[in-house]
């Protein structure tokens, strides 16, 4: 630079742990972290599901549920008092006057610590849905089996294939397929191979590997198969497969950036004790400690870590892949917001106004051109952007490239794209942080397309 003035940054830590062996030491290879997001069209049964999981799991208290299930019959509305159980998420959060964009449920399997990314029982859940896909590690797609509707889930218009597709752009392999409300259907085995049959010719077809995705039986209203099979139900007769919850457990977990420099985005921010600032967002690569130094972006302030809790162990220290909650000193409180970013002050992250980007074009109405005006959202960030240029046209599974220079970019198509933006982002390669460099393009608040970054050209 031209600054010879220019003061060496401040270094992260003064003494470094021996990191992996901490990890191990703590981690044990075992309860490894997954964090899952549930997708699927609105009435699949997603938050009956997994509120009726997370009741089974010990996570709802007897009582609370207990109190669910007598407002819902008084309601009239007994079906719903699983579904519940998430919903409660938000009001909690509400009146405690939090903002939690993606409100964070945590269950356990036999290797697996997950969390449910999402509030699914959101009405309006797919902003939330697609904030969750953007972080999410695997997915849980969820399809209605009963008479007509997994078809009409299915079709266009409805958001099984463009959820199944969404999640597969953002980087997302693995697939547990809940083939839910079967009990309607007196648990028909020939109706199961139906819907499976279908959802595998077109997961395969957006690029999913058959042996990526699971297929599971289940009723999330009955609570059959979810984390038991009951000997002597119809459903045993002809199923000896995983439940959804051993389905989950084989998921594997990706690699965590855990030696790499320190990555997180600022999800929420409030006001912690005295003069400190809270923060919270996932740590998407490296490890913390108190009184690391961490550089607060884009604006350049390094701020103190004072103190860190996560969701899954009490100890004051977080690895990659925790959701955290930070507790910073030396922060003025006017310059912290929620999409910013926190780093290693040494390895900052890189400012982009200009990206190549391979991005999957969903089923929408006019096509991609160049110039077109979109939001670019990735992490807790939304901002304007510009198709600066369609440089090609790209086979969806394989990658190939069909066309150069394509004038458009047709629904249901895939591309390399370049984007500018009126603003710097802090935004790093897929190749190098998952988390960070995958994003979605949006327009009028519906969703046009998903991608990775593959290149910063500015
Ligand atoms: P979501 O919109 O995908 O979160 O769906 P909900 O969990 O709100 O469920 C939608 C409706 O389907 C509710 O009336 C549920 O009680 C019902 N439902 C959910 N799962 C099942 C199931 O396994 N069997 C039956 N019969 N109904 C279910």
Known sequence: TTTPAAKAPPKIRDKPVDVVS?????????????????????????????????????????????????????????????????????????????????????????????TLLDAPGHRDFIPNMITGAARADAAVLVVDASTGEFEAGFES??????????????????????????????????????????????????????????????????????????????????????????????????????????????????????????????????YLQPNDRLLLMPQGDVVNLKNIQTDTQADNVAFAGDHVTLTLSGIDPAALHIGDFLCDPTSPIPLATKVQARIVVFNIVVPLIKGAQLDFHYQSVTEPATIRKLVSQLHKTTGQTLKSRPRALPKNSAGMVELEFSRPLCLELFRDFREMGRFMLRTGGTTIAAGLVTKILD
């Open 22 to 114: 901490e990890y191990k030491s703590r981690r044990g290879g075992e309860q490894s972290l997954l964090n899952l997001v549930v997708v699927g069209h609105v009435d699949a049964g997603k938050s009956t599901l997994m509120g009726h999981v997370l009741y089974l799991r010990g996570n709802v208290a007897q009582r609370t549920m207990h109190k669910y299930e007598q407002e819902s019959r008084k309601m009239g509305k007994q079906s719903f008092m699983y579904a519940w159980v998430l919903d409660d998420t938000e009001e909690e959060s509400v009146s405690r006057g939090v903002t939690v964009d993606v409100a964070q449920r945590v269950f356990t399997t036999g290797h697996r610590t997950v």
């Open 157 to 286: 218009g409805g958001q099984t294939r463009e959820h199944a597709l969404l999640v597969r752009s953002l980087g997302v392999s693995q697939l547990v397929v809940a083939i839910n409300k079967l009990d309607t259907v007196d648990w028909s085995e020939e109706r199961m191979k139906e819907v499976r049959h279908s959802l595998r010719q077109f997961l395969k077809g957006v690029g999913y590997k058959d042996i990526d995705v699971t297929y599971v039986p289940c009723s999330g209203l009955s609570g059959e198969n979810l984390v038991k099979r009951t000997a002597g139900e119809p459903l045993s007769a002809w199923y000896s497969g995983p439940t959804l919850l051993e389905a989950i457990d084989m998921l594997k977990v990706p690699e965590r950036g855990i030696e790499k420099p320190v990555r997180i985005c600022v999800c929420d921010v409030y006001k912690g004790q005295g003069s400190n600032m809270c923060v919270s967002g996932r740590l998407d690569a490296g």
